[in-house]
């Protein structure tokens, strides 16, 4: 086995609602059809499916490259197939790619590189592509797109490692990380974002500009923390971007934001997969509208930042 192969972990997300709607025999053929459709398309690029987790496959390379052509295919078809499906039925998939030294004892493999590929996609939002920063260093030039998240907190690790997510949706369905599919709402002004603070129920947080990105979530590795079921593990990012604060939605089930007191801004954006640029001040409810008085909602409040509500277009 060579030194440094990659390692692949992809879940099924959604499988316990599954099996709620169709029962168990039917839900257990149709997540072990797709677990076998995962396996064989690791294996078409040169993998090796190490084993079937119950609702995912932890597969390992010889090289980063194999592995991202391998993910950016599963990505791609199960998102054609999942036009088709009832949204109850919607399984989605979400995976954590990883290079490093793996260990193989009795048919099974061990190494900081399993481990890390398994938080990874863990973290990693549904239909989302996470890996570290020694995948993509294998990729050749721009054919794959991607983009940085920074340093990540993972569990176990004494040094966050820079995780990136890669982008599989073709051009024409990109989501978030192309500055042409932002419209703006309003018009900026000459200054720049300095902090943001972040309040929800007792708990207060301040993050300056060059402490960021930071990820709101359920989870501990989310540097603001909101414990509530309808939060995803990681929720939502907050990034500073060319001197402003942008909020962009990583969830299962949606970001809102509300301004106060800003002209034009009424009402609540509803954010899937989307971005917006926080400014002012106002709430933000994860997971459930703010219009529904139970929503986790959390108060922010920025300072120096650029007055401008972006916005990527509906399709």
């Known amino acids: 086995m060579t030194s440094h192969p990659t390692v692949v972990f992809a879940d099924l997300t959604g499988s316990t609602r599954v099996f709620e709607a169709m029962g168990n025999a039917r839900a257990t053929e149709t997540v072990t059809r797709l677990i076998q459709w995962i396996g064989g398309v690791c294996e078409a690029h040169g993998g090796r499916v190490v084993k079937s987790l119950g609702d995912g496959v932890f597969a390992i390379f010889g090289s980063g490259f194999n592995a991202t052509r391998a993910v950016l295919e599963l990505q791609r078809n199960h998102q054609k197939r999942l036009q088709t499906w009832p949204a109850p039925l919607r399984m989605e998939l979400q995976i954590g790619v990883a290079s490093g030294e793996v260990v193989e004892v009795d048919g099974d493999c061990y190494g900081d590189a399993v481990n890390l590929a398994s938080r990874l996609s863990d973290l990693a939002g549904p239909s989302q592509i996470w890996a570290t920063e020694s995948v993509i260093d294998q990729l050749q030039g721009g054919e794959v797109r991607h983009r940085s998240l920074g ?165």
């Open 151 to 315: 340093p990540i907190n993972i569990r176990g690790k004494n040094e966050m490692p820079v995780v990136h997510r890669i982008d599989w949706q073709d051009e024409i369905t990109e989501f978030l990380t192309m500055p042409a599919t932002l419209a703006v709402s309003a018009r900026p002004v000459d200054s720049s974002f300095g902090q943001i603070e972040l309040a929800w129920l007792d708990v207060r947080s301040m993050f300056r500009a060059a402490e960021l990105p930071i990820h709101l979530g359920r989870v501990d590795e989310a540097q603001f923390v909101v414990n509530d079921p309808r939060v995803s593990r990681l929720h939502a990012r907050i990034e500073a971007r060319h001197g402003s604060c942008v909020l962009v939605d990583i969830s299962t089930y949606g970001t809102w934001v509300r301004f106060h007191g800003t002209a034009g801004a009424s009402g609540e954006i509803a954010l899937r997969r989307d971005e917006c640029v926080l400014h002012g001040s106002g709430e933000i409810g994860l997971g459930a509208p703010l219009s529904d008085f139970s929503a986790p909602t959390i108060s922010f409040n920025t300072t120096g930042g650029n007055v401008l509500l972006a916005r990527r277009e509906a399709r």
